[in-house]
Nanobody
Framework: QVQLVESGGGLVQAGGSLRLSCAAS????MGWFRQAPGKEREFVAG????????TYADSVKGRFTISRDNARNTVFLQMNSLKPEDTAVYSC??????????????????WGQGTQVTVSS
């Protein structure tokens, strides 16, 4: 059983920054997803097991940065230049069956509890 502990959400003004953390009970390919009220969960960023491969949704490219500290089995999501449309519950996820990154929800099998990010205009 994989355990995930997220932290770092909160309320920030547009243009501000937040950093999310997700500590896992092992080393895995991981991703960040978000879900806004009334919308489907969407991919934000993914990182491979080694950290050598990274990809972003077009909506966050150039503003968000995913990284990992393998010594601590922790993945980070640095979010800069936040916009009101970034408001959502952000969840980290683990892909326990492969080491490459993935962008689709169905490739991830363990999920964090979610953390609220609210960006005010």
């Amino acid at each position: 059983q994989v355990q995930l502990v997220e932290s770092g959400g909160g309320l920030v003004q547009a243009g501000g920054s937040l950093r999310l953390s997700c500590a896992a009970s092992g080393r895995y390919a991981m991703g960040w997803f978000r879900q806004a009220p009334g919308k489907e969960r969407e991919f934000v960023a993914g990182i491979s097991w080694s950290g050598s491969s990274i990809t972003y949704a077009d909506s966050v490219k150039g503003r968000f940065t995913i990284s990992r500290d393998n010594a601590r089995n922790t993945v980070f999501l640095q979010m800069n230049s936040l916009k009101p449309e970034d408001t959502a519950v952000y969840s980290c996820a683990v892909r326990s069956t492969g080491r490459t990154l993935a962008t689709r929800v169905e490739y991830y099998d363990y999920w964090g509890q979610g953390t609220q990010v609210t960006v005010s205009s």
